[in-house]
């Protein structure tokens, strides 16, 4: 009888100890992994090329532009390499903000100089910045998605949309895109007027210089933000806030009139007498507001790394259209707002005293964006983004 409940004493043990085993598996499962995880991480940043600053929140930069946070935030030289950029742009005087993308890696984003010399604010990597003709890239993007969603075709001539233009009948939706129509524009608006009326203006004083010659003029892109708003029924503001502050999330981005009250805004100065900031260009609506499409758009280097990041990888147009958009006649020309060549893409802009350059490997892995409120009348600043993207690369034309 001893023996019969001694038995069934040692049964009601067993499911416990099985449990109590169980909890040990489990728990040294979850310690191993998060442990090895865990090891797996730093060993993993302890042999990253770039060590990044504290105030970085992922040492793992991406080069397709989705992860925003990385772009809002100083980022100091912490290497050799990116030391010796800062003290070039240091030696050089430049005066706005600097963005340096190596290996995919932000290496640095940081002002230089004055954003407002009369209240002592200095330029961050939050400042906001005119960036002229690269817009010209933005409206590019509008048009070619017209085309991808079959609205337009890119040999599609302009007689269709205006058709009192000189030559609209043979010039192509191609041509504008690559300064080809051989339309400039030397009459310009004297009074403010609303963005409708602008466009209407340069479409009527549109003239014929040489047909299918390369010609910059903003009266191309300002046909083109016509003819979206003919394609569409919306206004070129309304399908920029869609396509890019919307989208992609370009959230340090506004045209000029928001830009002018904006907290971040840089002011544009002049070199006198030696002095980079002696003189403050005084704001002119009726210079920006009359260049629709062309150049009146404000942009921190962040949100203009973005924009640039998802149209080479494909997130804006479809990389077969982006193709057959750059033909062999097109090759290190000029074409939809960007310079292209073998290695690198280029966009430039300058207007009253604000400057852009930005230089992007066509791998993805290195980028330059310098924007200024202090423009040379040299090419100080593009050389200066030049030199500075061949020591990442280099890079050939």
Known sequence: MRHSKHHKGSNSWLPMLVILLLFIVVGLEIYLLFFQHQSHSISKSNTSETTLPSTQTSTSLTTDARRIEDFDQTVEPTSELADRLNQQLIDKNFVGTALVVHKGQIILQKGFGSANVSENTPNTYQSTFQIGSIQKAMTSVLILQQVQSGHLALEQTLDEFYPTVPGSHKITIRQLLAMRSGLYQNEYPTEMMSEDDFLRFSITHARMGDYDKYKYDGVNYR??????ERVTNQTYRELFEQAFVQKIQLTHTSFYDDFLNSFNRT????????????????????????????GNVAMTVGDL????ANLFEGHLIDQPLIAKVWTPETESKYMGGLYNFSTYIKGHGSEAGFESNALFSKDQQDAVILLSNQHPKDKTNSDLSNAIFNLLGPYEA
């Open 305 to 308: 790394y973005r924009f640039y």
């Open 223 to 228: 046909i083109l933000a016509g003819i979206l």
């Open 267 to 294: 002011y544009a100065y002049e070199k006198i007498d030696g002095n980079d900031l002696g003189n403050e260009i005084t704001d002119n609506h009726l210079t920006f507001d009359q260049e629709v499409g062309t």
